[in-house]
């Protein structure tokens, strides 16, 4: 069983340009979560996403920043006119969903993708 | 509100040297707790985790115990090695939500 995949696992954009991450979960996962990893800190939420739907978009930055997770096709994550502060780790995790129940508690991680503005 | 407090690193150790990285935190409800390992250039790997109080996570040789009384979960391991070397990063997730809190992490240093 194939693990979390991200691509590409290194981005360098200009200042201005958009930058597109992408994150292919775990077969039969459903759940996909985006997390930012900044220089010498800890992983930050950004956003819960289920196929079609956003469900908690609240660590999103308000401007720039958007999320999908199509019916078919990996989840992206999507930042128009990047700047230098973007510069980050993006790391995507998926989790299955227990039968009858909660979202499983453990949460699978990518590779993620380093992403350098210059 | 919810959050992981790591001790700072860098942390240097010499090849099987004893390892503790502190980890407490502060949370509402019951979370689930949770270590993970970032080698360099990788991505975030599952090291052990805890459910429930008293629960001791372990893999590789490393041990955590939940402790809710001093709401703390201590990374241990009796003898190091080199390819230890990497960032250890405590993590909670609450009961019934999906958001993991992270601490800042802990650079390893291994040495010969």
């Known amino acids: 069983n194939a693990g979390v995949m991200q691509n590409p696992r290194h981005l360098v954009r200009r200042r201005g340009q958009e930058a597109r991450l992408r994150c292919s979960p775990m077969?039969?996962?459903?759940?996909v979560y985006w997390y930012r990893q900044l220089p010498e800190e800890g992983l930050k939420f950004m956003v819960y996403?289920?196929?079609?739907?956003?469900?908690?978009e609240s660590g999103m930055p308000k401007e720039r920043f958007s999320a999908e997770f199509p019916k078919e096709g990996p989840s992206i994550l999507r930042i128009q006119q990047v700047v230098r502060g973007d510069s980050a780790a993006y790391f995507c995790?998926?989790?299955?969903?227990?039968?009858?129940?909660?979202?499983?508690?453990?949460?699978?991680f990518g590779p993620g993708t380093r992403l350098t503005v210059t | 509100g919810n959050s992981v407090t790591q001790m700072e690193g860098p942390v240097t150790l010499s090849e099987e040297a004893f390892l503790t990285i502190n980890c407490t935190y502060t949370?509402?409800?019951?979370?689930?707790l949770f270590w993970y390992v970032q080698y360099p250039g990788e991505g975030l790997q599952l090291l052990l985790k805890?459910?429930?109080?008293?629960d001791k996570g372990s893999n590789k040789g490393f041990e955590a115990t939940y402790r809710k009384e001093t709401t703390s979960f201590h990374l241990e391991k009796g003898s190091v090695q080199v390819s230890d070397s990497a960032v250890y990063f405590c993590?909670?997730?609450?009961?019934?939500?999906?958001?993991?809190?992270f601490g800042t992490g802990t650079r390893l240093k291994v040495l010969a």
């Open positions: 077969k039969g996962h459903s759940h």
């Open positions: 805890a459910t429930k109080a008293d």
């Open positions: 949370a509402t409800g019951y979370p689930s």
């Open positions: 996403l289920q196929k079609e739907n956003i469900i908690d």
């Open positions: 993590a909670l997730s609450v009961s019934g939500t999906y958001k993991y809190i």
């Open positions: 995790a998926s989790s299955p969903e227990r039968a009858g129940g909660p979202i499983s508690y453990e949460q699978y």
